[in-house]
């Protein structure tokens, strides 16, 4: 797996299509295959806070251990409670999607259920990995989401626009 870090920047949108697939974006798909080692294949996980998903390429998973070390540590420092098994299967527990070469691929329903996913998806970049969001759910965010919902908002308004055209 490669050795480098990936970051992910931008943003993204994209309605259901045909088949019930999504397009990742373009950003986010080089990416997602350059930290796959240059497989198609997207990871994808309930986020362990919002009511959205993370999505990052396979070569994160390198960098698990070291996360819930760093996570322990700071538990332990604030004399709090780690479930590191928990945390583990959060982390690992992800589902591996594979996507084609213009980023087509089927979110698994079981994820789309866990955050309230329809037919259309908001994606946000957040450096190591990136969210993915039904609108709904990101408009209910609050304070420091408001570049996000911005964003959203008028991907969402352009891409319907475009949709509905003849």
């Known amino acids: 797996m490669a050795s480098q870090p990936f970051s992910y920047s931008g943003q993204g949108f994209s309605l259901q299509r045909d088949k019930g697939r999504f397009v990742l974006p373009p950003a986010f798909r080089k990416t997602v295959k350059e930290s796959s080692d240059g497989r198609p294949v997207l990871c994808l996980a ?7 998903l993370t999505g ?3 070569s994160r998973r390198d960098d ?3 996360q819930m ?3 322990a540590a700071s538990a332990e420092k604030l004399s709090q409670f780690y479930d590191r098994d928990m945390r583990a299967m959060q982390l690992y527990g992800f589902a ?9 691929f089927v979110l ?7 955050c309230g996913i329809g037919d259309q ?3 946000q970049a957040a450096g190591p990995f990136f969210v993915l969001f039904s609108p ?3 408009y209910k965010m609050g304070a420091g989401f408001e570049g996000s919902q911005a964003a959203c908002r008028q991907m969402q308004a352009d891409t319907l626009a475009k949709a509905a055209r003849p």
């Open 136 to 138: 709904d759910e990101i």
């Open 96 to 104: 591996e999607v594979p996507f084609d070469d213009s980023g087509r």
């Open 121 to 123: 998806l908001y994606f």
């Open 56 to 58: 990052f390429g396979l």
């Open 46 to 52: 309930k986020h362990d806070r919002w009511t959205c």
């Open 69 to 71: 070390d760093r996570e």
């Open 108 to 114: 698994p329903q079981h994820l789309a259920d866990l």
């Open 64 to 66: 698990f251990e070291a």
